[in-house]
């Protein structure tokens, strides 16, 4: 059924925002209400604020009206973040709230609107001799400072300083009726945003919230010397439990700033992206077919579910980067790395990490396959010794799958990534033949969709991976992993000491009684 805004709401958004800026059009209404993965229920509008008042007084006059309001950053998650649980819902697209307000070097901070994305907010730093410690997600070209602190992302900086809510200093927050509220040392009545801590750490409350609590408008980073010199190294090991563990004790050593990896299946599907043909002995025909049909989608499962030594074609690969205030320093370092990773393991040349740095932010090709697949990642992050055993139970469950997953030519690829010196992200990407959705339409490039293929839909492919995908996040759940990007699709609620429970339902219904802030997240 659809919910259209009644004639007040719309009159009073119009005159608030300006016509232009409420959108009601069912092309613009379906896109919005829809993630890379599926869609929610069709919103009855969209807006777009420009100015923090702006936001506030749209907040109050839609909440006031009943309707839910639903946050939006870049629009490039897959959990069900933004995606609204009830049509008589209003999306907001916090984009035009993009303004860098402060770079303040005297004082290490920069204070930024939360439509900022991460490439915009670094090219507002160069020439200031910072930067921020947590530099962004991969897909930092396109996602906003605020989506990212609502979703609690990784990588870039991760490996020596955690996720995105680890470097926050404090944030500007609008409630559910309108109110602006500010956290850290800007929120006392003379303060400036330099300091987190000062009383009880009401930031945190706002992070990682999946925009369940408000909806955050400002952000103040924290500032560091930018690093002068960078050091890059690349391993292959051809057994996973020593991949994992030189990992783990490159995460101890504190090093890193960056430390990723790549199973042999994901590093696969990279060989066919790039049309590369190194190294592929065991699989040079399965390259070749790969790049004109689905066949080497089928072959890629069939060869992993075999289980076939893929390693001694690709690998687990591990990428390194640090960051360091001399040559000699990261020289050091990358030496230290090197020792620990000399056991099991043959290098590599370091062009993955030392081109990735230099071009952080990927497009969103990456968001398909080599020749159009679909792709869906789901992950945990475990503490560093139980990584291993989190990884066989995944093995087990892909055994369970092995004949659908062959069938239906779905691969199943692994990132692995160090958050802070304890913990490590285990990523599963999926990659299967179905059809593009409303999201990559109008998100990628048309003269780039025009090269890959077009797949029909097959109810019985969709079925499984939305099965499979059901199960890896209850493998996962089991295992004793946290989440990311909770969104509505990761439990949350239910697995909460009763304690931690019933206070964040307190804190809910304090800044949002009526339940219209982003209904279904965090299973609120």
Known sequence: MTVRLP??????????????????????????????????????????????????????????????IVPRGGGVSYTGGYLPERTDSVIVDTRALDRVVEVNPA?????????????????????????????????????????????????????AHGGAADSVLGLGVVLADGTLVRTGSAGTSAGSPFHRNFGPDLTGVFLGDSGALGIKVEATLPLMAKPAAAGFASFSFRDRKRFVE???????????????????????????????RE??????????????????????????????????????????????????????????????????????PDSVPRVMLGNPYVSLAATLGPEGERWIPTHGVFPLSAVNGAWDRLDKLFAEFAE?????????????????????????????????????????????????????????????VADLRARLIETFHESGAAHLQIGKRYP??????????????????????????NPGSLGL
Not at 123 to 148: D, H, I, Q
Not at 247 to 260: E, I, L, N, P
Not at 437 to 448: A, F, I, Q, T, V
Request: with cysteine; proline share 4%; aromatic share 6%.
């Open 7 to 68: 004639s007040g709401l719309r009159r009073t958004l119009c005159d608030v925002l300006g016509s232009d800026s409420v959108l009601e059009g069912g092309d613009d209404r379906r896109f919005f209400s829809h993630d890379i993965f599926e869609a929610g229920e069709t919103a009855a509008a969209v807006i777009r604020p420009a100015t923090v008042e702006e936001l506030g007084a749209a907040v109050r006059a839609v909440t006031g009206a009943g309707f839910a």
């Open 107 to 159: 004082d290490m901070y920069v204070t930024v609107e939360t439509g900022c994305t991460w490439e915009r907010l670094s090219e507002a730093l160069e020439g200031t001799g910072t930067t921020t410690p947590f530099g962004g997600p991969f897909s930092g070209r396109y996602a906003t400072v605020g989506g990212t602190l609502s979703q609690n992302a990784i990588l870039w900086g991760s490996a």
């Open 246 to 276: 030189a990992m783990a004790d490159v995460a101890r050593s504190g090093t890193a700033s960056t430390c990723f990896g790549l199973d042999p299946l994901l590093q696969y599907q990279r060989v066919r992206k790039t049309r590369l």
């Open 279 to 348: 190294g592929a002995q065991k699989l040079k025909g399965v390259v070749r077919t790969a790049e004109t049909t689905v066949a080497g989608l089928r072959e890629a499962a069939a060869v992993a579910l075999r289980g076939r030594r893929v390693a001694d074609v690709h690998g687990y690969a591990m990428h390194v980067i640090v960051e360091e205030r001399s040559a000699r320093a990261a020289e050091a370092a990358i030496a230290e790395i090197t020792a620990i990773c000399r056991r099991g393991s043959r290098q590599l």
């Open 404 to 464: 659908p997953i062959e069938r239906f030519g779905i691969v199943t690829g692994l990132l692995t990534a160090v958050v802070g010196t304890g913990g490590c992200i285990l990523e599963v990407v999926l990659y299967w033949p179905g059809p593009r959705n409303l999201w990559h339409e109008r998100m990628l490039d048309p003269s780039k969709l025009g090269r890959y293929r077009k797949f029909e839909d097959d109810p019985a492919v969709s079925k499984v």
């Open 492 to 517: 949350y609620l239910d697995g909460l000491d009763p304690g931690a429970r019933a206070l964040l339902e307190a804190i809910k219904n304090h800044v949002d009684p009526h339940g219209l802030t």
